[in-house]
């Protein structure tokens, strides 16, 4: 199953790593025991704060190996 989340958590002015969180481990619950990836893409906007894209990429991580177990 291939899930390509919104990218609009990245478009906020202000980064809440917290909801990001959320969606990623509500879809993930869903999903449990199915093979998932996660493909985040067509973003527009990350307001001039490239590092949201690299803790989303980590938070992606973190929940996946947490569901994986």
Known sequence: ????PSPAVFA???WN???????LRDFLEKSRGCHVEL???DISTVRR????????????R???EEFAR
């Open 1 to 4: 199953m291939s899930r390509k």
């Open 12 to 14: 906020d002015d202000h």
């Open 17 to 23: 790593p917290d909801r990001a969180r959320h969606d």
């Open 39 to 41: 493909i985040m893409k």
């Open 49 to 60: 704060q490239p590092q949201r894209l690299w803790e989303w990429a980590q938070l992606a």
């Open 62 to 64: 973190e929940e996946a």
